[in-house]
């Protein structure tokens, strides 16, 4: 009975690093097959319009990220996890539909396929953001809690952050070079692959018993006199993690189109993919770091640093010359080679290291002194993480407006904003409240 209910929780982990890795797999979707709606007929190389599908996965999070916490309450995680599962595996379904209905005809002046892939983009956020609620205290039950349980979350973490990478470089391999002939249909392989995890995760979860934490645990009645909105670094922190889940997406997703424009990084869908991968796998770095230093370094420490040296990386990169070239190592459709690029390409790849450790270093300074407080915060956290939808939006509309670099304006400012948050805004000022 031991060993049947050992191997049930080996199973049920690798799962659980399966969904972690699908966070990461369809939200990153987003970007590269943006690419592929701002070159069709109608929507004529609107970068705004090319990032509404990452608006609407975002999107969902500020109507998901407190019912999601509830779910877990009133079904348990296990039926939350199967829940989240169906519904991503139906918005992964209707963006495949996008392919096929509506073909050709005009909706508002806009191809009418188009909003059913934005349907589907916004279905897909509500799993998204579900799984996120889920996965991380799923991992932490299912390693038992403390060093096991973080190590488990941790790996998670490497799972997500590896197919952050793969996914852009994925997409690109497959669309090539975009025309205003490239079809959603051209990447029907990636949403077969998304579809059949999401079915084979339903299946192996359905049969797995897991236990919710602390299903035999007496609650106690506890008294909330106030709530998070009562404390300023919450209220600040609140508007810091809105700020870095929009820089976070909107550095890599707006490089994306800098890179396959003809008229400025000029490099193909194919190797754009690749370098915006590699500004994930950045992030997976700067994570593997992170938590080697960040038993000895304050999150205040971290976070301040982030900050700096992200901003001195985005304004390096808005003043070097598009014509000032770099060598990286791009994937060709044959193999790896080195490719010419635009510096300022690399240096905002390399922002993945700086926002690697950020979501983690926000948490932990809005969430400290909360006490009873904290689990209230978290919900609230989780509808903030929109920002990565809104600000995308907003920083390729300057790009329509002006230029791609100008465009990092915006993540400049929040950049600005964060290093403001770590050195000031952070502070508990409200120590006179209650938290017991």
Known sequence: MAQKKQNGSIIA?????????????????????????????????????????????????????IPAGKLLTKIGYKKTALLAIAVGLLGVFTQYLSGILGVGTQLFGLPANFFVYLLGAFIAGFSVCMLNTVVNPMLNL?????????QLIQIGGTCNSLTGTLTPMFVGALIGGVTKDTAITDVNMVLFI????????????????????????????????????AFRHFVLGTIAIFVYVGVEIGIPGTLNFFLEDANAGNVGATVAGFVTGT?????????????????KVSSKAMLTFASTLGIILIVGAMVSPVTLKSSMPVFTGSGFALEQVSLS???????????????GGIFNLATEGLGKYTAAGSGI????VVGGGILPLIQNWVADMSTYMISYLVPIAG???????????????????SVD
């Open 381 to 384: 956290f989780m509808m903030m």
């Open 279 to 295: 500004y994930w796998f950045m992030m997976l770095i700067g994570r593997f770091l992170g938590s080697m230093v960040g038993a």
């Open 142 to 150: 299912l390693g038992g809690g403390g060093n096991k349980g973080n």
């Open 345 to 359: 390409a690399l240096l905002l790849v390399l922002c993945g290291l700086c926002t690697s450790i950020m979501w």
């Open 13 to 65: 982990i690798i799962t659980m690093m399966f969904l972690f890795a699908m966070i990461s797999f369809v939200t990153n979707l987003a970007a590269p097959i943006g690419v592929i709606w701002k070159n069709q007929p109608g929507i004529e190389g609107s970068n705004f319009l090319g990032m509404m599908g990452n608006m609407m996965n975002f999107l969902a999070y500020l109507f998901m990220g």
């Open 194 to 229: 998304a579809m059949a995890v999401f079915a084979v995760a339903f299946i192996i979860l359905s049969m797995v018993p897991i236990s919710d934490p602390d299903a035999d645990k007496k609650k106690d009645n506890i008294v909330y006199e106030r709530s998070p909105w």
């Open 415 to 433: 950049m600005a904003y964060m290093l403001y948050y770590a050195l000031i805004g952070s502070k508990n000022v409200n120590k006179d409240i």
